[in-house]
Nanobody, 116 residues
Framework: QVQFVESGGGLVQPGGSLRLSCVAS????????MGWYRQAPGKQRELVAS???????NYADSVKGRFTISRDNTKMTVYLQMNTLKPEDTAVYYC??????????WGRGTQVTVSS
């Protein structure tokens, strides 16, 4: 089983930046497509960015041009650089695999709050 620990969230003003990190435990990290997801209060969890083991990326339209996903397979870590943050980016952010087999158990996530 793979477990994820997310960190890097916080309170930031609109227009600000944050860098999230997700460390994974497990021995087969390199073969997965990894994703960053978020869940805002009262809303369903949504996928915001994904990255393949080879480094190909995809983004939700709402974050395209502002967020950048990356991964370091040697450190079993995936990152999400978030720039030009907006109040609507406020959510708990999680990482997990993106697979037809479904996600692994969700971690605790990291809270991102964008507010003046």
């Amino acid at each position: 089983q793979v477990q994820f620990v997310e960190s890097g969230g916080g309170l930031v003003q609109p227009g600000g930046s944050l860098r999230l990190s997700c460390v994974a435990s497990g021995s087969i990290w390199g073969i997965y497509v990894m994703g960053w997801y978020r869940q805002a209060p009262g809303k369903q969890r949504e996928l915001v960015a994904s990255i393949t083991s080879g480094g190909s990326t995809n983004y939700a339209d709402s974050v395209k041009g502002r967020f950048t996903i990356s991964r370091d397979n040697t450190k079993m870590t995936v990152y999400l650089q978030m720039n030009t943050l907006k109040p609507e980016d406020t959510a708990v952010y999680y990482c997990n695999r993106l697979s037809a087999a479904g996600p692994y158990a969700w971690g605790r996530g990291t809270q991102v709050t964008v507010s003046s």
